[in-house]
DNA sequence: TATTTAACTACCCGAACGGGTAGTGGCAGG
DNA sequence: CCTGCCACTACCCGTTCGGGTAGTTAAATA
């Protein structure tokens, strides 16, 4: 009998938590090396416990799914991860994927389905539900369809302008100041462009070019 | 007679604004075409009065000398600044010199010192206190000197790491994850990294590069 | 051994930011 | 005329940031 798959939980959600546990221990060829209501400190607690498929909730206390992704990734990229949420959010979805998650399922599937995901995700496979799968496809082809003249396509005139502000370090009095329109006005287009570009901070628009 | 300089006053104390306007308006050559207690709304201001030269407080309420002075530069860079204040502060003279400023005095300097300082400053040249020079020399030995090596030379390995995170849109928590410190360990090195590179926000971190 | 320095931890506070909601006036198309 | 869309203004609220201050620990130096 070949290795079995080690998986570690992430599900602050008691009942949850320990009913995936017993799913997961109670599958020949499954061993739940881990479960934990919160992903603070992540890479300590992956380091204990070494699995190579994690299950992990999107909706965490400390700190949440997505960023845990990024930072397990980060440091160990073969571990593979699938994201479970109840929600069927576009952006939630764009980000999950860009964490470099490797799956991303609903609660709502059938136990079975997540038990088969877990092997799909050892096994290199992207386990996606279908109507999530759907959403992927139509968020690729917004963003990686063009990927370098993203970034400041796909915006307005005014927008650009006011992107160009803030790549330049100037805060919203300033933007607002230099431009001569209130700084609501500037932090109206701000949440515009971040929206449209799937970031929610300077630091993060900054890094994405 | 060749044409007056036209001068332009922006200063909170209404004593030390009255003052100014006297004085100017009291030389041969200057007039003295606006007087304004805040740098809110400058552009407008500006446009109003079409001066050659500013004379600048660096303190004052609404928006500050520096950022008031990136303002005018970015829309009328013909217009000589000088930015006038009460303190040697290195940090300050650093900014001002980067914000695009002509020159840099001391308030405590005399009445006929300032009004050959914009004198000097319309006649394209740089009035600044002998005691600001030195300063501004040094900074300038400090930055310029390498300036494109700058941004992270000049940074211990701890600086460098946390600055390279810094630059990947995470914010302190996600750093202080990734690194297993505390959240304000990593404040502590932003701070300590701000401080070295002169800025003082993400924004500004990122746009010097 | 005493002193100093570097790295880290911690708490505090005001300002800035991010995101949600809502309302205005103008202009285009039905 | 109504509807929708757009740019803008505004207010609210919780979080994050920036910056000041202070205390700990460990290593280096005197």
Same mark, same amino acid.
């Given at each position: ?91 939630? &979805?764009? =980000?999950?994927?860009?964490? $470099? !998650? ?6 709502? +599937?059938?136990? @079975? /389905?997540?038990?088969?995901? &877990?092997? =799909?995700?050892?096994?290199? $496979? !992207? ?6 799968? +759907?959403?992927? @496809? /139509? ?71």
């Amino acid at each position: 009998m070949e290795k079995e798959i080690r998986v570690a939980l992430f599900e602050d959600n008691y009942m949850l938590r320990d009913g995936y546990y017993q799913l997961i221990n109670g599958s020949p060829g499954l061993t739940c090396v881990g479960a934990f209501d919160n992903a603070g400190d992540i890479i300590f607690k992956i380091s204990g416990c070494r699995p190579d498929v994690i299950l992990m909730d999107i909706d965490m206390p400390v700190i949440n799914g997505i960023q845990a992704t990024r930072l397990v990734k980060e440091h160990f990229p073969e571990i593979s991860i699938v994201i479970q949420t109840v929600f069927e959010d576009e952006d939630k &979805i764009f =980000e999950s994927i860009h964490s $470099g !998650a490797n799956g991303y399922i609903l609660k709502k +599937s059938p136990p @079975l /389905k997540i038990l088969e995901a &877990i092997s =799909e995700a050892y096994q290199g $496979g !992207a386990p996606i539900t279908p109507s999530i799968a +759907s959403k992927t @496809l /139509k968020l690729f082809r917004q963003t990686s369809a063009n990927h370098q003249l993203k970034s400041s396509a796909q915006l307005n005139d005014r927008q650009r302008e006011i992107l160009q502000l803030i790549v330049s370090g100037l805060s919203y009095k300033l933007i607002a100041d230099s431009l001569s329109v209130s700084v609501e006005t500037v932090k109206y287009h701000v949440k515009n462009i971040y929206s449209i570009l799937h970031v929610h901070s300077r630091a993060e628009l900054m890094a994405r070019r």
